[in-house]
């Protein structure tokens, strides 16, 4: 299995461009998550789905856009890149989130943003 | 907000010897989970304690859990130069309709010198 899968590891944007950041996942896993980590921020929820069709806001969504159309892909839109959304992004799943016996996160590998 | 502050930020330790990290957290949870991140590379789990647990071990990891105090540790014996990453701890908080999300604290910087 390949687990979380995300696109691209890298990426440079010109202030006021858009663009979609790629994560999928083939576990199966209802709930996927949107995370932004910064420098002493740790990291901070951005958007979540807690199954197809179904998203909401984390801590920090402004400036993005989150669909659910498949159980498989959780894609994040930049609107209008910003500078203040240079970050590394990561995309997260897990079996569900409506289990009150947790189970594990499992992270893709990140992707690296600048916005200049 | 961030719900788990992890303590130190950061800790340099000599290869051979423990690590021991503290994560505090606000709020009443259902499980807290550790997390390792090598650098440049996503999280990796690395193990999950319940609320009703008071300790939890994995190999050379030794995690404790005090509710009362909202706490918990994340002990690594005999570190090696491998353990060097940053350790985050996860608390679930509640969202809409009963599901969880996990929620980061900002991570303590482990290094280990050979």
């Known amino acids: 299995n390949a687990g979380v899968t995300q696109t691209p590891k890298f990426q440079v944007l010109k202030t006021g461009q858009s663009m979609t950041l790629q994560c999928a996942q083939d576990?199966?896993?209802?709930?996927m998550s949107w995370y932004r980590q910064d420098p002493g921020m740790g990291l901070r929820l951005i958007h979540y789905?807690?199954?197809?069709?179904?998203?909401d806001q984390g801590e920090v969504p402004n400036g993005y856009n989150v669909s659910r159309s498949t159980t498989e892909d959780f894609p994040l839109r930049l609107l209008s890149a910003a500078p203040s959304q240079t970050s590394v992004y990561f995309c997260a799943s897990s079996y569900s989130a409506f289990s009150l016996v947790a189970t594990e996160a499992f992270f893709g590998q990140g992707t690296r943003l600048t916005v200049v | 907000s961030q719900q788990g502050e992890e303590d130190p930020q950061a800790l340099s330790i000599q290869e051979g010897e423990n690590a021991t990290m503290n994560c505090s957290y606000k709020?009443?949870?259902?499980?807290l989970q550790w997390y390792r991140q090598n650098s440049g590379r996503g999280l990796v789990h690395l193990i999950l304690?319940?609320?009703?647990?008071r300790e939890k071990h994995s190999g050379r990891l030794r995690v404790t859990l005090d509710t009362s105090k909202k706490s918990s540790s994340l002990l690594i014996t005999a570190s090696r130069a491998a353990d060097t990453a940053s350790y985050f701890c996860a608390t679930d908080a509640k969202i809409i309709q009963g599901a969880q999300k996990l929620v980061f604290g900002q991570g303590t910087r482990l290094t280990i010198n050979p």
């Open positions: 576990m199966n896993h209802e709930y």
């Open positions: 304690i319940r609320s009703n647990e």
């Open positions: 709020t009443s949870i259902n499980n």
């Open positions: 789905s807690v199954g197809a069709g179904i998203t």
